[in-house]
């Protein structure tokens, strides 16, 4: 017995240590974005892929991820969409500061929610996602499924050169910050030109569509297939069939769908028509038909989040975000680092853009602090001549009212797309204390002054 003794101990030892954490290292590489046997592409991405690695959990787990940086630039992880703690949020300048090239820092992801989320850097942004750097989180709800497989589907759009190269030349572009933003020539799928997805006749996907483009809004059709809604950024909602089987959807945002294929072999093509409508990927439907007796529409609602959804509108703290600026707008003149200034110094400083008369940056004064628990009422007004996706860090709030309209379905996001002349009003109880970014996820338009935060104390 007294020889067995220290292996037993050992064996509990190992049972008690903590996990070792998932090392995600940002570092460069290449991959095939023209065509599938085409020149490769210089890019950087998580473990040197893109998307970076797909990361699954369950609802309620923490995840330990170890982030390690192989780049020449600082970095940081976001994790885009979970209620986190706030040290975890990864806004570089605002919750930790940036990590340097060779260095590493240890985030711990605790998801309330399930659902689709993704992860990306928030140091340079606007530069770093467009040469790769994002991935999926895919957070699991407990209990049986209503489905057979998940299909992640990540659309992206790339600026490429002649070479077949990431135009690195146009980085930066004022043109692109006081426009739409950064628009790409060629689109993938979860880093592919044109995936194929094999699937059997009859069976049900769940379909977790993210949009990680800088700055294009996708309309995405599904032509033939039905697809139902289930769930927008993460939080479900009540199921309906997808209008014209078209999806629209814009940077940051994610619906989650479930289809029922039919039960004969044949091929769907899924088009992105943003533009001129073209092939993005499609579902090749081969093998043994899956036999199914409850076709769609059944209950296929997802089990509700934790969510704090009781919001106290009489008692709410109310705070406009008024946008303003870019080309062809009205602003003539902004804030910035607490000078007024007019449009010629702007420029010259990469300011375009404000909220609330500020072209902000992480060093302003906080827009608001509000008391844990409280509930914020904000009406989103968009002065200007471009569309915008408004985001708001650590929250999940509910669309109210558009243009005075109330909404009808009950609809809880982490990013809401505000087209021109347009006002949305959101509201959610700020439940979660720390610093917190509010900004547009057209990534250029957020670098060149759409950006503010807010306190929860």
Same mark, same amino acid.
């Given at each position: 017995?007294?020889?067995?003794?220290?292996? &037993?101990?050992? !064996?509990?030892?190992?049972?008690?240590?903590?996990?070792?954490?998932?090392?995600?290292?940002?570092?460069?590489? +290449?991959?095939?974005? %023209?065509?599938?046997?085409?020149?490769?592409?210089?890019?950087?991405?998580?473990?040197?892929?893109?998307?970076?690695?797909?990361?699954?959990?369950?609802?309620?787990?923490?995840?330990?991820?170890?982030?390690?940086?192989?780049?020449?630039?600082?970095?940081?992880?976001? %994790?885009?969409?979970?209620?986190?703690?706030?040290?975890?949020?990864?806004?570089?300048?605002?919750?930790?500061?940036?990590?340097?090239?060779?260095?590493?820092?240890?985030?711990?992801?605790?998801?309330?929610?399930?659902?689709?989320?993704?992860?990306?850097?928030?140091?340079?942004?606007?530069?770093?996602?467009?040469?790769?750097?994002?991935?999926? &989180?895919?957070?699991?709800?407990?209990?049986?499924?209503?489905?057979?497989?998940?299909?992640?589907?990540?659309?992206?759009?790339? !600026?490429?050169?002649?070479?077949?190269?990431?135009?690195?030349?146009?980085?930066?572009?004022?043109?692109?910050?006081?426009?739409?933003?950064?628009?790409?020539?060629?689109?993938?799928?979860?880093?592919?030109?044109?995936?194929?997805?094999?699937?059997?006749?009859?069976?049900?996907? +769940? &379909? +977790?569509?993210?949009?990680?483009?800088?700055?294009?809004?996708?309309?995405?059709?599904?032509?033939g297939l039905a697809p139902h809604l289930v769930a927008l950024d993460g939080q479900p909602i009540a199921p309906e069939l997808l209008a014209d089987e078209t999806l629209v959807i814009s940077p940051s945002q994610r619906a989650d769908l479930m289809v029922d294929l039919p039960t004969e072999a044949r091929t769907f093509t899924i088009e992105e028509a943003s533009g001129q409508p073209f092939a993005a990927c499609e579902f090749v439907l081969d093998g043994d038909p899956v036999a199914r007796t409850t076709p769609l529409p059944e209950d296929i609602s997802l089990p509700a989040n934790p969510l704090p959804t009781a919001l106290d509108m009489d008692g709410a703290l109310t705070q406009d975000l008024l946008m303003e600026g870019g080309a062809m707008g009205r602003m003539s003149g902004a804030m910035l680092k607490g000078e007024q200034r007019g449009m010629r110094e702007l420029v010259d400083a990469g300011k375009?853009?404000?909220?609330?008369?500020?072209?902000?940056?992480?060093?302003?004064?906080?827009?608001?602090?509000?008391?844990?628990?409280?509930?914020? +009422?904000?009406?989103?007004?968009?002065?200007?001549? %471009?569309?915008?996706?408004?985001?708001?860090?650590?929250?999940?709030?509910?669309?109210?009212? !558009?243009?005075?309209?109330?909404?009808?379905?009950?609809?809880?996001?982490?990013?809401?797309?505000?087209?021109?002349?347009?006002?949305?009003?959101?509201?959610?109880?700020?439940?979660?204390?720390?610093?917190?970014?509010?900004?547009?996820?057209?990534?250029?338009?957020?670098?060149?002054?759409?950006?503010?935060?807010?306190?929860?104390?």
């Amino acid at each position: 017995m007294g020889l067995m003794l220290p292996a &037993l101990v050992g !064996r509990a030892a190992v049972r008690a240590a903590e996990p070792e954490p998932r090392v995600l290292t940002a570092r460069k590489g +290449r991959a095939a974005l %023209w065509e599938t046997d085409g020149p490769l592409t210089d890019i950087w991405g998580y473990d040197g892929r893109v998307p970076g690695p797909l990361l699954t959990m369950q609802q309620g787990e923490t995840l330990e991820v170890r982030f390690k940086n192989e780049l020449e630039q600082p970095s940081t992880i976001h %994790w885009h969409g979970i209620r986190i703690e706030n040290a975890y949020d990864g806004v570089a300048g605002l919750t930790q500061p940036a990590v340097e090239p060779g260095e590493t820092f240890d985030y711990r992801i605790k998801a309330p929610d399930a659902g689709t989320y993704w992860y990306h850097p928030h140091n340079r942004s606007w530069e770093q996602l467009a040469r790769g750097l994002y991935g999926v &989180l895919v957070v699991e709800e407990p209990g049986p499924k209503a489905y057979d497989r998940d299909v992640v589907l990540a659309f992206d759009d790339w !600026r490429l050169d002649e070479a077949r190269q990431i135009d690195v030349a146009s980085l930066g572009a004022m043109h692109d910050w006081a426009h739409a933003g950064r628009l790409g020539n060629v689109l993938t799928v979860n880093g592919q030109p044109y995936p194929r997805f094999p699937a059997r006749p009859g069976e049900r996907l +769940r &379909l +977790r569509v993210v949009n990680t483009a800088n700055a294009r809004i996708l309309t995405i059709r599904f032509s033939g297939l039905a697809p139902h809604l289930v769930a927008l950024d993460g939080q479900p909602i009540a199921p309906e069939l997808l209008a014209d089987e078209t999806l629209v959807i814009s940077p940051s945002q994610r619906a989650d769908l479930m289809v029922d294929l039919p039960t004969e072999a044949r091929t769907f093509t899924i088009e992105e028509a943003s533009g001129q409508p073209f092939a993005a990927c499609e579902f090749v439907l081969d093998g043994d038909p899956v036999a199914r007796t409850t076709p769609l529409p059944e209950d296929i609602s997802l089990p509700a989040n934790p969510l704090p959804t009781a919001l106290d509108m009489d008692g709410a703290l109310t705070q406009d975000l008024l946008m303003e600026g870019g080309a062809m707008g009205r602003m003539s003149g902004a804030m910035l680092k607490g000078e007024q200034r007019g449009m010629r110094e702007l420029v010259d400083a990469g300011k375009v853009w404000s909220f609330n008369g500020i072209a902000g940056s992480h060093q302003d004064p906080a827009a608001f602090t509000v008391a844990r628990g409280r509930t914020v +009422r904000m009406p989103i007004i968009n002065d200007t001549r %471009w569309p915008h996706a408004i985001h708001v860090h650590g929250h999940h709030f509910k669309v109210v009212s !558009r243009n005075g309209a109330a909404v009808a379905r009950e609809e809880w996001r982490d990013t809401v797309l505000a087209d021109p002349g347009e006002r949305v009003e959101i509201a959610f109880v700020a439940d979660n204390p720390g610093k917190w970014m509010v900004h547009c996820h057209m990534l250029e338009h957020q670098v060149a002054g759409m950006m503010s935060w807010f306190e929860v104390t």
